[in-house]
């Protein structure tokens, strides 16, 4: 009798994920509505973060037309504090057309998907084969890690890369989409994981070249990261006698595009001292410095508190009842001590 076949790179993976994974909420479902929310929610942001944030969207909008027809304020007030504010914006946006131009029906084909406002290749990759089954090369942080060193990719790698891609695909050839694309990145998030893989105990490692060379560290190979330019600036935390907040809305395009800031004096690259803004007040004691880092710059904010004697209403907000925020302000308050 011929000795029996080798376990494909596949079945292992597969068997190995429907014997047990992580119970998140996202990959219980089949509905593109909910698939797509919570890798929108996931860009740039850890699970463990995006689970409360997720379960309030679904309860307050449990359905693609809930979150269409909502006003934008509503969407940024309940994705405080995730960051990446743009996302919101393209996310009520998305849904909105989902609504208007497919009848309320995500599409099913990756083509389609990738016309939706923020709907990258990794997400229609995602829905695609999450919700209709269909075959696609879902590449994530996740999944670019475990294919770079089960077949050893000797080149700096993007999930975009074609030699990535044509990896990625070879071993996803003929799987069944949902489980296989939900099983690599499992694999990737638990047990291939970026300074620690845990490769005796790994499903596959019978497959794994990086493993095979006793160096599943060095893969995938690193990119050069370029180091973040700094910007500085001077922000005013002003309150009327009763303790109400000065607060403004930025711009509805750019960078934290609809949300409420305190006035500041905008971000320089330049360390040097900022002068007042003319129309406040002097300022009656300093709030400390803070720093925050987005995508493309990190920025450095001394904080000043200082009195205002009239807050015009339409700015004049009750430290209990905030408009959306982002992250950077919450960090400004906090170093004024106001929440
Ligand atoms: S054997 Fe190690 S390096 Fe290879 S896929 Fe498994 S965990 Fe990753």
């Known amino acids: 009798m011929p000795p029996a076949a080798k376990p494909s790179f596949q079945e292992l993976l597969v068997r190995w994920y429907q014997q047990g994974h992580r119970p998140l909420p996202w990959r219980e479902t089949a509905d593109p509505y909910r698939l797509w929310l919570a890798e929108i929610m996931l ?4 699970v463990a973060a995006v689970l409360p944030y997720y379960a309030r969207f ?3 909008f449990p359905t693609v037309q809930a979150l269409a027809a909502a006003p934008l304020n509503e969407i940024l007030h309940l994705w405080q504090g995730l960051g990446y504010y743009r996302r919101a914006h393209l996310l009520h946006r998305c849904a909105q057309q989902v609504v208007h131009h497919y009848q309320g029906e995500f599409p099913r084909t990756e083509a389609a ?4 406002p923020g709907v990258g290749p990794y997400t229609a990759a995602v829905v695609a084969a999450c919700a209709y089954e ?3 090369t879902v590449v994530d942080g996740n999944v670019l890690r475990v294919v770079a060193r089960v077949r050893a990719l000797p080149q700096a790698l993007v999930p975009t890369s074609p030699s990535l891609r044509t990896a990625a695909a070879s071993l996803a050839d003929g799987a069944p989409p949902r489980l296989y694309a939900n099983a690599i990145m499992e694999l990737g998030a638990t047990v291939c994981t970026p300074t620690t893989p845990q490769c005796a105990s790994c499903p596959v490692n019978g497959w794994c070249q990086a493993f095979a060379q006793g160096t599943p560290t060095a893969y995938p190979i690193k990119l050069a990261k370029a180091k973040l330019p700094e910007k500085y600036g001077v922000a005013y935390v002003l309150k009327d ?3 109400h907040l000065y607060l403004r809305q930025r711009p509805s395009t750019g960078l934290l595009a609809g949300l409420w800031e305190v006035p500041h004096t905008g971000w320089e690259v330049t360390k ?4 007042a803004i003319p129309e406040f007040p002097e300022v009656l004691r300093e709030g400390g410095t803070i720093q925050h880092t987005f995508t493309h ?12 004697g009239n807050i015009p209403a339409a700015q004049r907000f009750s430290p209990i009842a905030l ?3 982002p992250t950077l302000m919450h960090k400004v308050l906090r170093a004024a001590e106001v929440i």
């Open 272 to 275: 040097t001292p900022a002068q």
């Open 58 to 60: 679904l309860a307050k």
């Open 113 to 116: 998907l990738l016309q939706l």
């Open 323 to 325: 408009p959306p925020l």
């Open 297 to 308: 710059f990190k920025l450095t904010l001394e904080v000043r508190v200082g009195e205002l």
């Open 241 to 243: 006698s009763k303790g």
């Open 134 to 136: 269909t075959p696609t």
């Open 43 to 46: 860009q740039q942001t850890t």
